[in-house]
């Protein structure tokens, strides 16, 4: 059953090879590999039997042929690993087997290295979406620049959108790149000849429409869960929520005005959405953010004679010293509702002033969020807060926002000068945007500044002859009336849109200085170069290995690093999608529309890498760690001991906890699940790509995926079990089910479960309230199971006992991270005769337990890296 499967695969793969050969038969197969499948195969795929249509008498052994060698790795790889011949058939000796491995070895390895010393491993490409962003930010020093969303989507191959092969550019797309670049380039020239003041502002929260509106009551909201409410000091004002009182004092008597708050027991969402819409950014820049919050505490609804006691609805006129920390996340807005995360801090119920550093974008706003708190949805009944308790539920008071800003160096900026240089400028004409510089000789200014911002933009000397490309596109918007500026801007958008600014390319064989600064920088920066590493390419330094290790080091050690960490983990990990899919309303209404749990969850892997490349942890750490980095919301949600606070930190686990390493992290289960039900096809399949390194073959086209049973009548398990009465099925499924299997005690969100949620039947629904306010309406079914078997037959019971079965080849782990990381950062697949590298990468880190930073500096040091 098994080999059927891979028979028809093999036999598929022949068939396109043998339609696509040329009409020469190809080089002499080695007569060793010859007489082995005469042996041992042909008895079965010859022109008489050719079982499962597969005829190898027909196929060409033919190398050269791109095709043809791929369909002999794939039968090289069959053989290698057990697969072929069937189980049913002799088996081969040991020492027959390795002649005709490395008969066939030899062969495609002799080619494909032939090949790719002609051609290179990798192949020219743009720059993606991020990196392109990144390169403009950095040449711009204006890290708030928002370019990515004006480019074309990146193509993907082996995972990555840093193969040549998906990265092509249309005309189409250079139209995008035009419209980025002179975007990003405008965005950086000044407004004003003027310094822009440094202002403190504070905003009180009384005096900001969007707090204090809510306060009344209103045809569309009755409910106090609704309603904002003020706070003097840590008490409720009566009589200004009921109008009869000013909501504030102002500026009359500063004292109190310190003390005056707004507060909230609900989370910000529609329809209370409280922000500080009394500033707006004025330009994009560098600001810093001040709040004064607290933590409050506010009574039940005081119980009325004969009516049903209704402790949940709170009494907004009954507030008292908060009892505990409460997280607030903080988003720039920019109507209608289009939100960038910018920071987070726990409000306690002492009142403090809690500081952000952050950029922001021209025309953005500030929207707190009392992260913890529920959003009420209307359903099947009156909303209850599920935080309530019989004496009152936790609130939130804000009482103002500070920020100054913006923050400025110098003026005119960075950005500025590296376009204008020390040009004098003075203030734009009435409905002008920015400055006009002034060049009393713009031809010779223009020729000085283009050449110093070529310098700046290519990632390799500028030759001889390069200013005299761009002049003509500064002459022409020059001679059509435009300004000196508007003329540079023209010149500066074709640079950035030049092949050497958006292309990344290389001349077979070893790397020079400059491209090998290039790769390095794009793998652990994202970006070009930065100065110090141009200027040791400059110096012809970098090829020396000492000094590429220390590179490599400084870079690893930059806060840049991060651009390296979120990138390769969103495209390996698929992390990217952890916002595509929503946990279902009535299966998960305990997840659904928390945001704190998903923006946890994604950082909790993103840290974790980290930790694990900051210390240099061994590779094993990825299946199982003895750690977790967690705050109060991640502990909570996976039943750990209490962890205080929203900031995310290294915590040891407890013994034999099922948590620890990527597996059991609510994010890889997130982008593993739908948001309704979870597949252990799905996870299998992703933990067999993703983790392990060897990837099943896509499903027959004629067989229907299983979709999991969400009444609850039948598990996931029962179905896949018919599943695998398919023959074609069976030889896939039992490798991808069992890691599947045993993730299957986890939920959508990486919760640990018992039992099914399910839906639709008569059944009593579980005990508990969602996020929404609404009582759930799901009920607990049939039991989990989450036991397997390995296809090498090794039993285990539970995700801890699969992880130790992974571990049994901890060096199959370490390969595979190598080989995401050698395609993450070479822009190029790991080709058959690549191998070797490989191994030998892993044979220098072994005696190190395969220490993940080690890892990456031993791809750098090798010739997968350090070749085109």
Not at 831 to 850: C, K, M, Q, T
Request: overall charge neutral; proline content about 9%; hydrophobic content about 40%.
């Amino acid at each position: 059953m098994r080999s059927a499967a891979l028979i028809s695969s093999l036999s598929a793969f022949a068939a396109s090879v043998l339609a696509a050969a040329p009409s020469k038969s190809g080089v002499v197969m080695p007569a060793p590999a010859r007489a082995f499948l005469e042996q041992h195969c042909a008895s079965c795929h010859d022109a008489v039997e050719k079982k499962g249509d597969l005829d190898l008498e027909a196929l060409a052994f033919n190398p050269a042929d791109p095709r043809n060698h791929a369909f002999w790795v794939k039968l090289h790889d069959r053989v290698a690993s057990g697969e072929m011949p069937p189980a049913k058939r002799p088996r081969p000796g040991a020492d027959e087997l390795q002649v005709f491995l490395g008969a066939i070895s030899s062969e495609l390895v002799a080619t494909e290295t032939a090949r790719l010393a002609e051609e290179g491993r990798a192949t020219r490409r743009r720059l993606n979406r991020l990196e392109y962003e990144n390169a403009v930010r950095d040449l711009l020093q204006a890290p708030w620049l928002q370019v990515k969303e004006w480019l074309p989507e990146d193509g993907e191959a082996f995972r990555f959108n840093k193969v040549g092969e998906a990265l092509d550019v249309s005309h189409v797309q250079m139209a995008r790149y035009l419209g980025a670049a002179e975007y990003a380039l405008r965005q950086v020239l000044a407004r004003t000849a003027e310094k822009p003041e440094t202002k403190v502002t504070r905003y009180y929260a009384r005096e900001q429409r969007s707090f204090t509106g809510p306060m009344k009551f209103t045809v569309m909201n009755t409910a106090p869960e609704r309603a904002t409410f003020p706070v003097l000091d840590r008490s409720a004002q009566p009589e200004v929520r009921a109008g009869k009182a000013p909501v504030t004092v102002g500026a009359a008597d500063p004292a109190t005005r310190e003390l005056e708050g707004v507060g909230l027991v609900a989370s910000t969402y529609e329809p209370l959405e409280p922000k500080f819409t009394g500033f707006k950014a004025p330009q994009a820049g560098r600001y810093r953010l001040r709040f004064n919050a607290l933590s409050v505490w506010v009574g039940p609804t005081k119980p009325v004679k004969g009516k049903p006691d209704r402790w949940y609805i709170p009494d907004l006129d009954d507030v008292s010293p908060g009892r505990r920390e409460e997280p607030v996340t903080i988003y720039s807005e920019i109507p209608p509702r289009q939100l960038r995360w910018l920071g987070k801090f726990d409000v306690t119920p002492d009142p403090a002033v809690h500081e952000l550093d952050v950029w922001l974008l021209e025309g953005e706003t500030i929207r707190p969020d009392a992260a913890r708190f529920f959003r009420s949805r209307p359903g099947a009944g009156r909303w209850q807060n599920p935080l309530a308790e019989k004496d009152g539920q936790p609130g939130v008071v804000f009482r103002w926002l500070e920020v100054e800003g913006p923050i400025l160096e110098a003026w005119p900026t960075a950005g500025h000068r590296r376009l204008f240089g020390d040009l004098p400028v003075r203030n734009p004409v009435p409905g002008g945007k920015g400055v006009e510089v002034v060049s009393a000789d713009p031809r010779a200014d223009a020729r000085r500044l283009l050449d110093s911002f070529l310098r700046a933009a290519y990632r390799r000397p500028v030759p001889a002859g390069e200013v005299e490309r761009f002049l003509p596109v500064f002459e022409h918007t020059l001679g059509a009336g435009g300004g000196f500026a508007d003329a540079m801007i023209s010149a500066y958008t074709a640079v950035l849109c030049s092949p050497e600014f958006v292309s990344v390319d290389a001349r077979p064989g070893p790397l020079d200085d400059h491209a090998l600064a290039t790769r390095l920088a794009l793998f652990l920066s994202n970006s070009a170069p930065d100065a110090e590493l141009r200027a040791t390419a400059d110096a012809g330094k970098l090829r020396d290995p000492a000094v590429l290790a220390a590179q490599t080091e400084r870079l690893l050690g930059d806060p840049r690093s991060t651009r390296f960490t979120e990138a390769f983990l969103d495209h390996w990990l698929d992390l990217r999608r952890i916002v595509a899919t929503a946990p279902d309303e009535i299966l998960y209404p305990d997840y659904y529309l928390d945001d704190l749990l998903a923006e946890s969850a994604l950082e909790e892997t993103q840290l974790f890498f980290r930790e694990l490349l900051r210390e240099n942890l061994p590779a094993r750490t990825l299946v199982a760690a003895d750690f977790a980095m967690l705050n109060e919301k991640l502990a909570l949600h996976y039943g750990l001991p209490p962890v205080k606070g929203v900031a995310l930190r290294r915590v040891p686990l407890p013994a034999d906890s099922v948590r620890g390493g990527l597996l059991t992290q609510a994010a890889v289960l997130k982008v593993t699940s739908n948001g309704t039900t979870t597949s252990p096809v799905v996870r299998g399949a992703w933990v067999m790509e993703r983790l392990i390194g060897k990837p099943p073959p896509p499903p027959p086209p004629s067989v229907p995926a299983v979709e999991p049973d969400i009444r609850g009548a039948a598990t996931i398990r029962q179905q896949l079990d018919k599943h695998r009465t398919v023959e074609s099925c069976a030889s896939c499924h039992v490798k991808i089910d069992p890691p599947g299997f045993a993730l299957e005690s986890f939920d959508v969100m990486g919760g640990f479960r018992e039992r099914y949620r399910a839906m639709g039947e008569p059944a009593q629904a579980a005990p508990g309230i969602g996020r929404g306010g609404q009582k759930f309406a799901f009920h607990l079914a049939l039991p989990v199971d989450s036991s397997g078997q390995t296809p090498e037959g090794k039993p285990f019971a539970d995700v801890r006992e699969f992880k130790r079965r992974l571990l049994e080849d901890e060096a199959q782990i370490a390969r595979n991270l190598v080989r995401q990381l050698v395609v993450y950062a070479t822009g190029a697949p790991v080709r058959f005769s690549d191998r070797a590298a490989v191994e030998a990468i892993l044979g220098r880190v072994s005696a190190g337990g395969y220490g993940v930073r080690s890892l990456v500096h031993e791809v750098v040091q090798s010739g997968l890296f350090r070749r085109k």
